[in-house]
Every structure is written in C-alpha cells, then in structure tokens.
C-alpha cells in the first residue's frame, strides 16, 4: 500500500505515558485508514444530500485518489498509523500522521484523529512533537495545508504557532511554522 518501513522515531514521554505509539502502516490496514478518513469527513458528510450509498462510494474513491496522491507526490514520506494501547488487547488505532521529512521544511501531509480521540491532547502533543523533532533536525520548519472550512484546526495551528502563507488555492489554505535558527539542529 505505502512505501513507509522504517520504524518510526520515538515519541516524548507524556504521549507514550498516554499509551500513544506511531507504527508504519501496512496493506492490511487499508480497511481501518478508510474508516478513520469517513470519520474525518463526517461533519461535511453529514450535509450532503446524498445516500448513505452514495456518501460511501464517495468517501471510498476520495480516499483512494487522495492515497494515491499522497504516496506518488511524496514516496519517502512517513506514512504512520497513530495508535493508543488498549491492554490486554492489542492496541488501538486512533488516526493517522503523514509527514515529509525528506525536504528543508517539513510537511504534515495529514493528521487526523478518530472522533473519540480528539480534544484529548494527542493532536496537538504531535504536532509539537514535529515541530521539535524538525528544529532538531536543522530543518527550516513545517508546513501544512488546512481545508478553508476547517476553522477549529486552524486555531490549533496558529496557537501552536502556525501563520497562514499567501492566498488560499482551491479549498486549501497554506500555514507554515518556522523553526527558531538558533535552536535548529539542537536536540
Ligand atoms: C485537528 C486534530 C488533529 C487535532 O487533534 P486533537 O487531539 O483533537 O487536538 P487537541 O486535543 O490537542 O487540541 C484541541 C484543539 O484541536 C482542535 N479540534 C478539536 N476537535 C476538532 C475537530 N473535530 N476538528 C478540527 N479541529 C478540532 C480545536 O482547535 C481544539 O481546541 P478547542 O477545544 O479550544 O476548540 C483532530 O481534532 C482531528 O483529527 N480532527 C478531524 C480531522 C481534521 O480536522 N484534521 C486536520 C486536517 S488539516
């Protein structure tokens, strides 16, 4: 399904403390990262005046092509599977990061939680995660593209220091974050 083999770096202790891991994906995961991608999709979803056939058909193709975007503009990026430990069970999957780290700024491709797991902190322990790991990186930052719609995820951008970078293209708005240069490549 997705190139990503490499074992994921280690995340900072409050995130593992909370049970959440990162792992690569793998083909047999296409099921459940389809059905994370309708719950990201769900709000809008929910005022298309569609059948519940016809809105999963839609979702169904949408997150092929998108999948198919995403691994052939950016075949060495990061294709992560977020998870949180369920013990005794084996852990759960609660979303999905995507991220390029093979350019001066990085890009989250994606990032998205499972309903249940937003508004518990893990969205945003990621991303600062991200922004730390490219600063100690020596990267230039992290950028990230946001549905203009998307007004909550925005205002989580900007608080973790995110600033909008020209003008929207199509339904997309560019948010970039850029690294301190006296901090880069300092771990
Ligand atoms: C955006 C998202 C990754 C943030 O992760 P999170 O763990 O929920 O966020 P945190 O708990 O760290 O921080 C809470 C903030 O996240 C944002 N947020 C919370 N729920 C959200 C939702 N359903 N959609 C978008 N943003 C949300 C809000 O800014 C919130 O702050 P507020 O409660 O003051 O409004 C997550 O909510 C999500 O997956 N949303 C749906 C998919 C999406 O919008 N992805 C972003 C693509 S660019």
Redo the contacts with the bound molecule.
Sequence with gaps: MTPTAATPPSLPADLVRRGVALRAIRPEDQPVLRDLYG??RA?EMAFAPWSAAQKAMFLDDQFRLQHHHFVTHHPRADFWLIERAAPPSAPVAV?RLYLDRTTPLWR?L??????A???????????TWVQNSASAAGADGVD????LT?V??R???E?LGFAVDGAPVGHHQRMVWRAEPALRGVS
């Design positions: 719950q990201f709000e979303g989250v994606d990032v998205g939680l499972a309903t797991e937003r508004g518990r902190g893990t969205g945003s322990g990621l991303l990230l593209h946001v549905v998307n909550r995820a205002s989580l951008y608080r």
